[in-house]
Every structure is written in C-alpha cells, then in structure tokens.
C-alpha cells in the first residue's frame, strides 16, 4: 500500500512540475533572488541573501526538504549521505560551488542540486543515463566539452546529468557494477545528477598486463 501512495505521490508530482512555470531571470533579478533547481527539478525561488556561503546555502537547503513528501525525503537522503553537489549550469560550462572556493552569487542566478552517482566503469567512454539506459553517443567536438566540464539532457528520457572521471583504479574487481537507484519513486523523480566514475579493470586484464 506504501508503494502505491508514493506512486500516486510521484505521478502527481510530475504533472504539478509539467503545469508550472516559474519566474523568468529578469523577475528574479528585480526581485532580488536566486533559482535553486533541485534534484527533481522543481524550482525554488529564494532570497540572494542566502547564497553568501555554502554552509547558509546548505542550511536553506535542509529548511526546504523538511516536509515529509516523497521527493523531500529522497534529496535529504542524499543530502545526509553526502551524495549531493551544488552548480551554475549554463548549457556551455558547469561551474561547482564548493565551500572551498565560493563565489559571488548574483540575483537572478540559476544554482542546480544534484544528486551524486559513483560509478565503476571500463576505460571506453560513453554517456550512459543511469536512469533509462540510453546511451548518448558524443562527437569529438563534444568530447572536448565534456572534458572542460558540460552536462548533457539525455536523448530519450531528457534529464540533465553530467558525467566526471577520477584517476583510474587499478584494483582488481570481478566486475564494473552500474548505480541501481533504491526505488521506483527515486527513477521517476530524479532529473539532475552527476556520475563521477573511475576506471576498472577485470582481473583478467590485469594478467595480461604482467
């Protein structure tokens, strides 16, 4: 029964945030606030006077989440686990906001949530939706972008998701394991993260290798 009220939660949810339309910059801007997207990407106008530091802009984050809905409850999971990240998206370039390197936020910004996937994964290169499946084949002009840092919007179920690599892993491992999302609500939900991947190898090829 819990299954099915969260399902009904989640249709209804994805048909309020299709019927919305939020505040466009230039109303923001004279409104004196910014736009945080979530990571279901609903929009949340409030006030620039929050977003002078990470940790208030954390803060407002917590206050926002606090209710007891499905897609609350799935980002402040994240949220408690660490597995989020905070970024200026503008279709060319996405800019982290980190407590290390904070900038000067302007009203009328645009700050993306997203929720963080750790990923496993062979030396080739694909951007794969972890959420539908789709592979997203890039052309080499697009591989330069991608290494400078860009999301994409995959082809087929339109999240916005970006994909980064760590120093590649040399650790033997049976397999390279994709992220599973925990629940039905959580796939349905989910419109903005980002996969940060390191390179895997089979234990097969690492005996070739020696």
């Not at 339309?21 to 409030?46: R, W």
């Not at 905070?86 to 900038?103: A, E, F, G, N, Y």
């Not at 700050?111 to 084949?137: D, S, W």
């Not at 925990?182 to 993260?193: K, M, P, Q, S, V």
Request: charged share 25%.
């Amino acid at each position: 029964m819990q299954n099915r009220h969260d399902m009904d939660e989640v249709l209804a949810i994805l048909r309020r945030q299709q019927d919305s339309v939020g505040p466009t910059s230039m109303q923001l801007t004279a409104l004196g606030c910014v736009k945080i997207v979530d990571a279901t990407g609903y929009e949340h106008p409030i006030s620039v006077t929050f977003c002078t530091s990470f940790q208030q802009l954390n803060d407002m984050l917590q206050v926002l989440f606090k209710s007891e809905s499905i897609e609350a409850r799935i980002q402040r999971r994240y949220m408690e686990q660490g597995q989020y990240d905070l970024c200026i998206d503008d279709d060319k370039q996405v800019t982290r906001l980190t407590s290390h390197k904070w900038p000067r936020i302007e009203a009328g910004t645009t700050i993306v949530m997203r929720v963080i996937l750790e990923q496993e994964t062979r030396p080739k290169v694909e951007y794969q939706c972890h959420f539908c499946g789709a592979v997203n084949r890039i052309g080499a002009e697009h591989s330069l972008q991608r290494q400078a840092g860009c999301s994409i919007n995959c082809r087929v179920c339109k999240r916005r998701f970006q994909i980064s690599r760590g120093k590649s892993s040399k650790r033997k491992t049976r397999s390279c394991i994709d992220y599973i999302p925990g629940t039905e609500a959580e796939t349905h939900l989910i419109r903005n993260f980002h996969v940060q991947q390191t390179v895997c190898y089979h234990e097969t090829s690492l005996t070739m290798l020696n």
